[in-house]
């Protein structure tokens, strides 16, 4: 982590509330937070606990019911209220990547095609290069060809990480992204992720029921009912 | 970099037996389509050909039942009226015609003719005015008659080659024992003209035993003539009846259009058909995976992208499907002319399903709107899915 790193990411009082009937639940309730450039957060938690809610308001694949939530100082939901669709599929196009539990990988498109999936809805210069360059770094490069049928499921993640990388985001959101694998697999992509992290300098922000994932992690923020637990307070 | 067209493409060969099917589907609309509007346009263009080959415009026969005698007219046949040879000196001194010509038909049923037996015809024909009024007939060998009374034949292209006759051989009218020569064969000409077997007119009586009887005269008419004046003074005259060609191709016409709308019924019910395929093949396609969409709006796609995307999708289902059913229309063009005419009342000789580029241009327009409307939904719901949701939608 860059020490005294600039603050790209502040959640301020954020609330998420569910309506199931006449009953209320807050999957989020009242959290805020600061992630600074370059740092490796991981929240745990029970399940149900809201990681998950919560990392997606982050990721601003969902709205929060109310609070405020900013990304490099640019203030993207306020009082509850986001900015427009438009906006918000800029913003994920340019600031995040996602890493999620299932791979989503497209199974009739090769390995290559799906790392370079991103380009066809929108160009970027020198996007075959980084394409290339990020398959190496995923140690997946030797099989660019390959459907994902015909690799393992720990390679199937690296070409979704991989997938989340090609748009240089400067945060990557993972949410369970050891979820599907064995102990070792689990392992390696853990080891991906850090090195990421301290090579490239990528802010990442991990959800995890894997305490051995959780523990690379710079910081480890538990939830509880939707809360930050603070083991001190209780 | 890949193109939002190869992505579409594979995403169809995920479920290829269900895009085939489709596919199939989109074809069999576009076969029917092409086909209709093949025949619609060749039915026509083969009536007008054989009409404007008749050499007349006007033709009166026996009174009797005016469809049986436009029938006989175009096609030939037995059961045929007689009426006094008089009549054509009466006609040709009326001051609109420009030439008359007689004619008596006979039909001879040959045991040996096919499989099980058929029917020659033989016409009888004016050697001073018929080849006059059909002057655009050739000749692929010999020429018309020597003299009126010659006992001579002229064989059109097919009944040449039928009889397996050449010039100088002999022919047998099996019923009445007689041989008559073959002297002249015409080329191929598309109409019934190529089967019949034409003899001078008095050869045709005499051999038959028909006095100063016909079964029809052809009328030309002169160019700046009123017809239709000209026709009720024909209708004066006793005991015959006048089929004008307009009338001849009128009558045809109306019989045909029946066929047509059901068919054109057909057409539209199979195009229907191939909508809701398309509708519900691109639709379960987007619900199944509706998690992949919503990954893809994650990265950075707009609804417009995945609009496209499956708009993209739906438009190679229907372009295939009509490549397809264009290829099957040409390919089948025969078989489906065989079974136009076992449905039609009267059929000209000659091409009824014509099939060229605009016509195929024309259907590949229509296929291709149907592809731009059947996805308009599907891409229109796929656009407007939340990311969350979709990944949600069977995470939990």
């Known amino acids: 982590m860059k020490e005294n790193g600039q603050k790209v990411l502040e959640a301020d009082h954020l609330v998420k509330i569910y309506r199931r009937g006449s009953e209320e639940i807050a999957a989020v309730d009242d959290v805020s937070l600061s992630v600074k450039e370059g740092e490796f957060v991981a929240f745990v938690g029970p399940s149900g606990s809201g990681k998950t809610t919560l990392i997606n308001i982050l990721g601003c694949l969902d709205n929060p019911s109310s609070g405020r939530l900013a990304l490099a100082g640019r203030t993207v939901v306020d009082h509850g209220e986001a900015l427009s669709e438009a906006t918000l599929t800029k913003i994920r196009r340019e600031i995040f990547g996602y890493i999620f539990q299932k791979f989503y990988l497209i199974p009739t498109l090769t390995v290559i095609e799906n790392v370079m999936l991103p380009f066809t809805f929108y160009k970027k210069p020198g996007a075959e290069n980084e394409v290339e360059r990020i398959l190496k770094v995923m140690g997946i490069d030797h099989r660019k060809e390959h459907l994902p049928g015909q690799i393992s499921g720990g390679e199937m993640q690296r070409v979704a990480i991989a997938r989340a990388l090609v748009n240089r985001p400067s945060i990557i959101l993972a949410d369970e992204p050891t979820g599907n694998l064995d102990t070792r697999r689990s392992q390696e992509i853990g080891d991906l992720l850090k090195g990421l992290n301290q090579k490239e300098g990528l802010t990442i922000i991990l959800v995890t029921h894997n305490p051995a994932l959780a523990k690379m992690a710079d910081r480890i923020i538990e939830l509880r009912d939707g809360k930050i637990y603070d083991p001190a307070q209780g | ?396």
């Open chain 2, 1 to 396: 970099m890949i193109k939002i067209f190869n992505v579409a493409y594979k995403n169809l060969l995920r479920k290829k037996a269900r895009s085939g099917l489709t596919i199939i589907g989109i074809a069999l609309a576009a076969w029917v389509l092409v086909s209709l509007l093949g025949f619609n346009k060749g039915y026509e263009s083969s009536l007008n050909r054989d009409i404007d080959n008749l050499g007349f415009q006007m033709i009166v026969t026996a009174k009797g039942c005016p469809y049986e005698a436009a029938t006989l007219m175009l096609k030939g046949g037995t059961g045929l009226r007689y009426m006094p040879q008089s009549i054509t000196e009466q006609i040709s001194k009326e001051p609109e015609v420009e030439g008359v010509t007689a004619m008596l038909m006979q039909a001879v049923f040959d045991p040996n003719k096919g499989e099980s037996g058929g029917y020659s015809a033989y016409l009888g024909v004016d050697p001073a005015t018929f080849p006059q009024m059909k002057s655009f007939l050739e000749f692929k060998q010999g020429s018309w008659f020597t003299n009126s009374e010659a006992m001579e034949a002229v064989l059109g292209y097919e009944a040449a080659e039928l009889e397996q006759r050449e010039v100088g051989d002999l022919l047998l009218i099996t019923e009445k024992n007689v041989e008559v020569k073959v002297v002249g064969i015409l080329k191929r000409t598309g109409t019934q003209d190529d089967g019949t077997i034409f003899l001078p007119l008095k050869a045709v009586q005499k051999i038959f035993g028909i006095k100063d009887e016909l079964t029809g005269i052809g009328i030309k008419v002169k160019k700046d003539a009123n017809i239709a004046q000209f026709e009720e003074k024909m209708y004066k005259l006793p005991d015959v009846q006048v089929v004008s060609l307009a009338q001849v191709k009128q009558t045809i016409m109306t019989l045909v259009s029946t066929a047509k709308v059901m068919v054109f019924s057909i057409a539209l019910i199979a195009i229907l058909i191939s909508v809701v395929g398309v509708i519900n093949t691109i639709l379960m396609s987007v619900m199944e995976r509706l998690q992949e969409i919503g990954i893809l709006k994650a990265m950075g796609a707009t609804a417009w992208d995945i609009f496209k995307l499956i708009w993209i999708e739906t438009l190679i289902l229907c372009i295939s499907g009509g490549i397809i059913g264009a290829a099957l229309a040409m390919a089948t063009a025969k078989l489906t002319e065989v079974l136009i005419r076992q449905l039609l009342p009267y059929a000209p000789s000659g091409g009824l399903v014509q099939i060229n580029l605009p016509l195929v241009i024309l259907t590949f327009g229509v296929v291709i709107l149907i592809g731009l409307l059947s996805g308009v939904y599907p891409s229109w719901k796929a656009g407007r899915v939340r990311p969350l949701e979709a990944i949600r939608s069977q995470v939990e």
